[in-house]
């Protein structure tokens, strides 16, 4: 029982002793130094505010029309011989574009020519009967006349019983007939009229068939009606063509134009610029090309497919346009006075910007933007105005993924080295 109780005793002691000392070695471990947390620090680009007087531009798609495109047919049943002009190729008014067999628009024309000339000769046979008929009338009422009288004096004669039955039976048989001569001429003078507008009538007919003729004989040599270039050459050299064929597709050289539709904000200001008479004015870079354009006309009525209003501008100068090609379109606007720029990396949302306060700490301001424009290197720049904005103030120009209000930032163009970090890389 004894030896129980020492042993008990022994084992407690034992486990106490092991306590302690893994007590004293724990708190008599040494206490690694605390990093204190340093505040992230983001390397950006920024710029400095100066106030300027800029014209926005207004960033439209357009695409090259022509107000005078024709589309040139075949007038007769023909064969095509000679195609000078083929598609792409310039012309002068005048020049001969494309010609066509005139053997049988040839014999057609004959045909039409012979008409009118028959025609002309039978209104002048019927004038020259009537002539006579008007003579001959003369002559049938005076024999009427005569004739009349040889009957009256032979019934004087029946009835003295001085003359025979017989002779008066022939004196009235007389009687009726120059009676009857006497008005089928009086009927074929006064139906001259009636058969002089008929001739004339067919006449008229015929002329303007002959005037057909000769339209189709003049279009065997398709000449050019305007100085223009050749779009598409529809027939080739021994083709068989049909009234109403397309032969050719001509665009004259200064119908070509740009059409482009403007956002509904901003047709009222483009609407005063032109009441007011002031010069709308736009370019195009084409090919490499900038070309100089300027506003004609504004569509009275909205586009049916879109509901927009389409804007059309013609080049300043002589260039040649692409028919057909879509364009990117710059359109200047009123001039801006007294306003800030910034590239449009340095837009947030739609109207927000960071500025640079005194503890290198962005701020975010409210701006009101009144459009954009290219720069000489061809990069795309805000213009805006802003109560609170004053010259000199630095801006953010790169865009940082977790921009708010009192981030801290090192510019790097003011930096005093140059770091090689990323622009989105915080430093720590």
Request: glycine share 4%; charged share 25%; no cysteine.
């Amino acid at each position: 029982m004894i030896k129980n109780n020492a042993k008990h005793f022994l084992v407690i002691g034992i486990v106490g002793l092991t306590i302690l000392l893994i007590t004293y070695l724990v708190s008599s471990r040494p206490t690694p130094p605390v990093k204190p947390k340093q505040e992230t620090v983001w390397t950006v680009d920024t710029e400095r505010l100066s106030r300027v007087d800029r014209s926005p531009e207004l960033d439209l798609i357009g695409e090259v029309e022509s107000t005078q495109q024709a589309l040139i047919t075949s007038r007769s049943n023909t064969t095509v011989t000679a195609t000078p002009f083929l598609a792409g190729r310039d012309f002068r008014q005048g020049d001969i574009l494309v010609r066509l067999d005139d053997v049988e628009v040839g014999a057609s024309l004959i045909q039409r020519q012979a008409d009118v000339q028959e025609l002309k000769a039978a209104i002048a046979e019927a004038r020259a009967r009537h002539q006579a008929n008007l003579e001959t009338l003369e002559t049938e009422e005076t024999l009427l006349s005569l004739t009349r009288k040889a009957y009256e004096r032979q019934q004087r004669l029946m009835k003295n019983q001085v003359t025979s039955e017989e002779r008066s039976d022939t004196a009235l048989s007389a009687l009726h007939q120059q009676e009857l001569a006497v008005t089928n001429r009086r009927l074929s003078v006064n139906n001259f009229i009636n058969s002089l507008a008929q001739l004339e009538a067919r006449l008229k007919r015929a002329e303007a068939q002959l005037t057909l003729a000769q339209l189709d004989m003049a279009q065997t040599a398709l000449k050019a009606p305007f100085d223009g270039r050749v779009v598409t050459m529809r027939v080739a050299t021994g083709e068989r063509v049909r009234p109403g064929d397309p032969l050719i597709e001509l665009v004259a050289s200064d119908s070509l134009e740009v059409r482009a539709q403007i956002p509904d904000k901003w047709v009222p200001q483009i609407r005063n610029m032109v009441n007011q008479n002031s010069q709308v004015s736009a370019y195009a870079i084409i090919y490499g090309e900038q070309v100089e354009l300027k506003l004609s006309r504004i569509a009275a009525a909205a586009n049916p497919a879109t509901g927009g209003i389409d804007i059309y501008l013609s080049p300043v100068s002589n260039t040649q346009l692409p028919l057909g090609k879509p364009i990117d379109l710059h359109v200047k606007l009123p001039y801006q006075e007294d306003a800030f720029t910034v590239p449009l990396s340095a837009i947030y949302g739609d109207n927000r910007i960071f500025v640079v306060n005194a503890e290198s700490r962005l701020q975010a301001t409210t701006i009101q933007r009144l459009g954009r424009y290219r720069d000489e290197s061809g990069k795309e720049r805000v213009i805006f105005t802003g109560p609170e904005l004053k010259n000199g103030q630095a801006v953010v120009i790169t865009q940082l993924p977790k921009a708010v209000t009192g981030l801290k930032i090192r510019s790097r163009q003011e930096a005093a080295k140059p770091t090689t970090s990323s622009i989105n890389e915080p430093q720590g």
